[in-house]
């Protein structure tokens, strides 16, 4: 895997091996991001899937069955252009951040910063599961640990706001929201630090190769 | 709804963001992370299909009364370790998820089982982790991702404990 290096940006650190020179960072091909088109979680999911229909046929008949398919169609094509978005702004900002900025600033030696700077950028990412999964995924391709992307996939999930402010506080009222995003504002750059400390623990060799399965 | 709408204006509005952003590096780029995304977007429908399609029935098959059963006025450190089972549990999306911590809330569930339960169902509703999370993220992170989350809920509803109701 070649560093990208950001041509506007000097190496403030040396860098012993460097096989990818500046300009080649548009030919060379984004490493990691395996993609797997059935893999055994697709399997489970459609075991689980046909078993659930079973179930829903024999107790509500075939217009049971129906009915949940039309409901789940037009719910699945109003998600259909947002996970297109989700899969764009995933690919355009792992081309756009430079890796070694990000392994710097999100990396295994980032730190408390790295935490709260992918604390912070889960917490500002906009939309639902549909964007923060791909760029999550994005981030860990360009050099972030495991520990930074817990902490943005934790802080998207229990302090951002998209879910919020579209379901939390309609449903649960913005007292209890509030508060309860209040109670969670630490845990993100806990669960980080948590995963930088069992990871480092687990896997002692510095994996570059966090995106295989 | 317009929650959504502003969602939706947000999200577009960053992609042509950053979208401007690899422009300006130069067409190559752009035209080459064009065809990552739209290559991503293309191998996961199927999965995101699957997943859509099928959790309407995986949540008609799981009732919400059972979820709500194991919500009760049960409190202490049992109730909050029921509670984060109960929200790893939850089918469904988070209309679901928050309508039942609002019925736990208003049936004398226990102010920091709620919380456990919703921090729970946030960090670890198996749909969403079976549907968004392993698509799009590397298997070995997911899991690893959700064992180190574990203590969470409990800490969140700890807190609860310690600053009291909302």
Same mark, same amino acid.
């Given at each position: 895997m070649g560093i990208t290096l950001d041509p506007t940006e000097p190496l403030s650190e040396p860098s012993p091996n460097n096989p990818a020179p500046a300009e080649d960072a548009e030919s060379e091909p984004r490493p990691g991001r395996v993609r797997?088109?059935?893999?055994?979680?697709?399997?489970?999911?459609?075991v689980l899937v046909a078993v659930s229909a079973g179930l829903v046929w024999r107790r509500d008949g075939t217009d049971g069955v129906l009915e949940i398919l039309t409901h789940d169609l037009s719910l699945f094509g109003g998600i259909l252009p947002r996970v297109l978005a989700g899969c764009l702004l995933g690919a355009f900002i792992s081309e756009i951040?430079?890796?070694?900025?990000?392994?710097?600033?999100?990396?295994?030696?980032?730190?408390?910063?790295?935490?709260?700077?992918?604390? #912070?950028?889960?917490?500002?990412?906009?939309?639902?599961?549909?964007?923060?999964?791909?760029?999550?995924? #994005?981030?860990? #391709?360009?050099?972030?640990?495991?520990?930074a992307t817990i902490a943005m996939v934790v802080s998207w999930t229990l302090i951002g706001y998209g879910r919020a402010v579209a379901w939390e506080i309609p449903i649960m009222g913005t007292d209890f929201t509030l508060w309860r995003i209040l109670i969670s504002l630490p845990l993100p750059v806990l669960a980080g630090a948590l995963g930088r400390f069992v990871y480092v623990r687990i896997y002692p060799q510095p994996a570059a190769k966090d995106d295989e399965n | 709804?317009?929650?959504?709408?502003?969602?939706? &204006?947000?999200?577009?509005?960053? %992609?042509?963001? %950053?979208?401007? @952003?690899?422009?300006?590096?130069?067409? +190559? %780029?752009?035209?080459? =992370?064009?065809?990552e995304g739209s290559m991503d977007f293309i191998n996961i429908v199927p999965r995101i299909a699957l997943g859509v @399609?099928?959790?309407?029935? @995986?949540?008609? &098959? &799981? +009732? !919400?009364? %059972? @979820?709500?059963?194991?919500l009760g006025p049960d409190s202490g450190w049992l109730g909050v370790a029921t509670a984060v089972v109960a929200g790893a549990a939850t089918p469904g999306g988070p209309v679901i998820g928050f309508s039942i911590g609002t019925?736990?809330?208003? =049936?004398?569930?226990?102010?920091? !089982?709620?919380v456990a339960y919703v921090v729970a169902w946030a960090l670890f509703a198996f749909q969403r982790v079976i549907l968004w999370e392993i698509p799009f993220m590397p298997a070995r992170f997911v899991w690893f991702r959700c064992v180190v989350s574990v203590p969470f809920p409990f800490a969140a509803a700890a807190i609860a404990m310690v600053i009291g109701k909302p």
């Open positions: 797997k088109p059935i893999g055994w979680s697709t399997i489970i999911i459609a951040l430079p890796h070694e900025k990000v392994s710097r600033s999100l990396g295994p030696k980032s730190g408390l910063m790295g935490l709260l700077i992918g604390t #912070a950028f889960g917490a500002i990412l906009p939309g639902g599961p549909f964007t923060a999964y791909p760029v999550a995924s #994005a981030l860990l #391709a360009v050099g972030a640990d495991f520990g | 709804m317009s929650a959504a709408l502003l969602i939706d &204006i947000l999200l577009w509005g960053s %992609v042509f963001g %950053v979208g401007l @952003i690899a422009f300006r590096r130069g067409p +190559p %780029v752009f035209k080459a =992370s064009l065809r @399609i099928g959790s309407g029935y @995986i949540a008609a &098959i &799981i +009732p !919400q009364e %059972v @979820i709500t059963g194991w019925v736990a809330l208003k =049936s004398g569930g226990g102010v920091p !089982q709620v």
